[in-house]
Nanobody, 125 residues
Framework: QGQVVESGGGLVQPGGSLRLSCAAS????????VGWFRQAPGKEREGVSC????????YSENSVKGRFTLSRDNAKNTVYLEMNSLKLEDTAVYYC??????????????????WGQGTQVTVSS
């Protein structure tokens, strides 16, 4: 089919850590740029971070720089988002998307991009 599935979300306390997974099936993830997006209640979806094909570049939204790290495990056909020093404002549904045109693509709402269904991250004390 060609799909990606997020996992690893849950409830964490402020300052805690979490690792999200984006696992692909039906295609080889290491030939796609993989972006992470999030949407908080009542807000629009925003880009969080992206790892490019061949790990040539990584991109991060300013609010997560220094706290979130992307990595690949090609043997598992999976990309991870390592989230540290979590804040209340990180609470959102997190989505991964695999883009055959890589991270620099300006249109992720099109064919050639596989989107997952999201995983909930809740940061609360």
């Amino acid at each position: 089919q060609g799909q990606v599935v997020e996992s690893g979300g849950g409830l964490v306390q402020p300052g805690g850590s979490l690792r999200l997974s984006c696992a692909a099936s039906g295609f080889t993830l290491d030939t796609y740029g993989v972006g992470w997006f999030r949407q908080a209640p009542g807000k629009e979806r925003e880009g969080v971070s992206c790892i490019s094909i061949g790990d040539r570049s990584t991109y991060s939204e300013n609010s997560v720089k220094g706290r979130f790290t992307l990595s690949r495990d090609n043997a598992k056909n999976t990309v991870y988002l390592e989230m540290n020093s979590l804040k209340l404002e990180d609470t959102a549904v997190y989505y991964c998307a695999a883009n055959s045109r890589d991270c620099h693509d300006t249109d992720w709402e099109t064919a050639g991009v596989y989107w997952g269904q999201g995983t909930q991250v809740t940061v609360s004390s």
